[in-house]
């Protein structure tokens, strides 16, 4: 049979990342990521496959984010039986992120039937915790660069993308073929992380767009925060920072070490309110090998906030009313403890909701930059009052010039190029990019499509 790549995700929108090749011998799903934003794009994680899970015989996950691998406890709940290859820290990570997401699922749920906003009765949770646990145990971690057998005739082997800590560019082998997939390819110069590596040959290639029209400001990360952050404790305010557990809550972290160090800021509380986070934080020690952060300067990132962990803390925080800083995921405020957060500190003018990277179209995050006056949180409408800011330059994911960059590093065209994770937008400026600068055949591909690699 043709060799054939279907997009189940990560078209037209930054979410939902799955790719499914198939080969002669084999059929292997890349990534297996979760919807999220828009209601219609949520909806999807509840319809059925175009595949049967039990005829997919491995999943390859390039990291831990759930957009990337919060699939898989459905995934493995409705059939598959196989082996889910990704990077040792991608390994660790994932069991961090995935039961965090099945708690998040069931507690959403009973939220819901509490209180009787779900036109579901009973609302059901996507997955639980235990389905994610079962997940993990189809876990199988591979060292970056070491080559490992799929099936006859199709290898894999997983590179550095930067990013996030273990963050992998996939490069399949298969039927006589290259396939690389980017993932979600890191910066040149990350706070955090060191540079994606170099790949310099591919038949065919599967690009993120997420930043694909637009380059990051190059300014001064860390004056724009302190401005931030001393413009609203000088007011007497709480700063609410929705974060990502994994990369971004590390990264806001070494910043406000950096800053309290030299003074820059006030030395108010900082608190980080995700138990995920604060594990995943002990992972950044555990990994050095991986990014660029000291060991010094690990230890200080470590000891800068507070960690909270339990639920009684977290809404003991919503009680206070002097000067402190909290960070709580989810990074785009479309669930967790950080909706509580927002529900208590939204209202008042003195304080601020700092948002410190992309939010999808869709996403509370993306509503409140759009300048909301309201936002929609477990059934209610809460106004919102506060100083809306955001600071950009936090990103971990690559920006255009940096993805072309990457892409100069190739000594012939592939085949064929396909564009996704991103917007609409962002993925088709990126297509005309590649094809004006580089020549390439280059295309988006639509949801669900299928493509013959010949």
């Not at 060991?295 to 002097?322: H, Q």
Request: glycine content about 8%; hydrophobic content about 45%; aromatic content about 6%.
């Amino acid at each position: 049979m043709p060799m054939e790549l279907t997009f189940l995700g990560a078209t037209g929108t930054v979410t939902g990342s799955k790719s499914l090749l198939r080969t002669s011998a084999t059929a292997v799903l890349v990534d297996c990521g979760l919807f999220q934003g828009f209601k219609q794009l949520r909806l999807r994680n509840w319809q059925p496959l175009p595949v049967e899970p039990a005829d997919v015989e491995s999943v390859v996950l390039t990291h831990a984010h759930v957009d990337h691998s919060g699939y898989l406890p459905l995934f493995v709940k409705q059939g598959f039986r196989g082996r889910v290859y990704c990077s040792g820290a991608t390994a660790a990570l994932c069991g961090l992120l995935l039961p965090d997401a099945g708690h998040l699922q069931e507690e959403e749920a009973r939220f819901a039937n509490k209180r009787g906003f779900s036109k579901h009765k009973p609302a059901l949770p996507l997955f639980t915790v235990e389905d994610a646990r079962n997940a993990l145990a189809h876990l199988e971690p591979l060292p970056f660069g070491r080559e490992t057998r799929l099936a006859a005739g199709a290898s894999l082997r997983l590179l550095p993308a930067g990013h996030i800590l273990g963050a992998s560019i996939v490069r399949i082998e298969a039927d006589g073929r290259t396939l690389v997939f980017s993932g979600d390819l890191g910066r040149h110069e990350d706070l955090l992380m060191r540079p994606p590596a170099k790949i310099d040959q591919a038949d065919y290639l599967v690009v993120e767009s997420t930043y694909g029209d637009r380059d990051h400001p190059r300014n001064d990360v860390e004056a724009e925060f302190a401005a931030a952050v001393n413009r609203a404790l000088h007011r007497g305010g709480v700063i609410v920072i929705p974060a990502f557990a994994v990369g971004r809550a590390q990264a806001l972290l070494l910043v406000l070490a950096r800053l309290k160090a030299a003074r820059r800021i006030p030395d108010v509380p900082i608190f980080l309110n995700s138990p995920m986070a604060t594990d995943a934080t002990e992972l950044y020690h555990e990994h050095h090998e991986e990014h660029r952060v000291s060991p010094e300067e690990c230890l200080a990132m470590f000891r800068v906030a507070r960690f909270v962990r339990t639920a009684e803390k977290s809404k003991a925080l919503n009680m206070k009313y002097e000067p402190m800083i909290i960070i709580s995921a989810s990074g785009m405020a479309t669930g967790g403890r950080v909706l509580h957060h927002l529900k208590a500190f939204a209202p008042d003018p003195r304080n601020m909701l700092l948002f410190a990277g992309f939010q999808a179209a869709g996403t509370r995050g993306a509503a409140l930059l759009g300048g909301a006056d309201a936002v929609k949180i477990h059934g209610e409408y809460v106004p919102v009052r506060a100083e809306v800011v955001l600071i950009d330059g936090l990103s971990a994911h690559a920006d255009r010039s940096e993805i072309l960059d990457w892409l100069g590093g190739f000594t012939a065209p592939p085949r064929r190029t396909f564009v996704t994770h991103g917007e609409p937008a962002a993925a088709d400026a990126l297509r005309r990019a590649i094809g004006e600068r580089l020549g390439w055949r280059c295309e988006v591909p639509d949801y669900r499509d299928t493509e013959v690699l010949e």
